[in-house]
């Protein structure tokens, strides 16, 4: 299908990739209209039809437009003119563009693709932002009134926008810095990639392949090279530019160590049973029931426990480190106790108690010889983190782009038309 674009009303490109109705081919429209919203205006696409073509209308704050296969389609306004020439659907003839204000988002059903804006020249376009985010904004259009979703869907397709912008600022200095000689290892790289997801996605079968990657991972195969290929790029950037600047010393190390504890010399837990009487008489009973060699557990579940008499005392969940009561009198009753072992008769003011080690586990702990290693791996790692993350902001901060704004703004308005609940 040959195209032919007369309308022209800014400098900004739009590319719609319409899934044309009526078992027809898929066809990729190069229209200069408008986008990204120049005007200040907002867009959107529609697209239908029947067996002769497809149908897809563009509307903006300054005027909308209609295409159709096989006729012409008319708006209200100025009309401005564009046209789609050849057989679609088996159906040849002359397709009519005119623009008017107004319009709205009649169906959510249809892949679009079209260009918001640009960030260093390289387009963002809206499927991009929204595909990952689709199943959110659904759902929140099921359970959220019609302003709330707005607020959410706003943050979710400006924090998804934010991303994607950072995102190719960084590739885009990372492109820039790659040598000769890099290049020349990416590729061998990007080859020997590309032999080995032929051959386990497709045993040796280009086509299979990338079938079985669309079905499984959503990306063919040619896009998953290019998601490879992006990341390797930006690694080799990040390490070159920030390596030099991590530093991680034998004072760090230690204190790291020192702070972490409990992650490297784990406590000691304990799965204990309690008795607690408040009745001097019933105190004296349990005492020589306990003395004649009854099970703890079974003087536990006397009626007079004060504490979990149903589950003969035993606490809910084991007890962690030296410090589990906040009586002392009872921490140092435990830990006087091994496994197996019950406390002597412990009198506070309010009652009187005893405490049973039915098990207890003492994790192995990592002497810091045994871990500094580990540990200064784990600080350059995150250190790395950081210092990429205070990069990827100064290049958000000094890139040139789009108005995030605006770009959410307007994807936002088919955010509401196709997600939002009726007002």
Known sequence: MAVGVSWVPSAAVAVLSVAWLGGCSAARLPVDAGWPFDSGGRGWLRAGGGGGGGAVTIAAGSGAAGVRGGGAVSGTG?????????????????????????GGVETPR?????????????????????????????????????????????QLISGRLSQIVADALLLGEAEQRLSDRERAGLQHLLKQEREELIRFWGRGSVAVADESLRVQTGRDLEETLEDTRQKLVVQQYLRQKLFSQIYVTRKDVER??????DEFNPPRTRLLRLIRVTEASVADEVEARLGAGESFESVAQMEANRYRREEGGLMSEPAVGEEVFSEPELNEAMLSLGVGERSRRVRLPDADWWVYVESMEEPAGRSLREV?????????RQRFRDLTQRYREELFKNGSYDPIEEMAEALLEVAMSRYAPAE
Do not use: C
């Open 256 to 261: 790291y160590y020192h702070e972490h504890q």
């Open 110 to 154: 249809y892949t679009v693709a079209a260009m918001l804006g640009q960030v260093n020249g390289r387009p963002i376009y809206a499927d991009a932002v929204l595909e990952p985010i689709v199943e959110q904004l659904a759902a929140l259009g099921q359970t959220l009134p019609r302003v709330e979703f707005r607020k959410r869907a706003y």
């Open 372 to 380: 500094q290693l580990e540990i200064e791996e784990s600080l350059r």
């Open 78 to 102: 100025p009309a401005r003119e564009a046209g789609v020439e050849g057989p679609e659907g088996g159906t040849s003839g002359e397709v009519g563009v005119e623009g008017g204000s107004g």
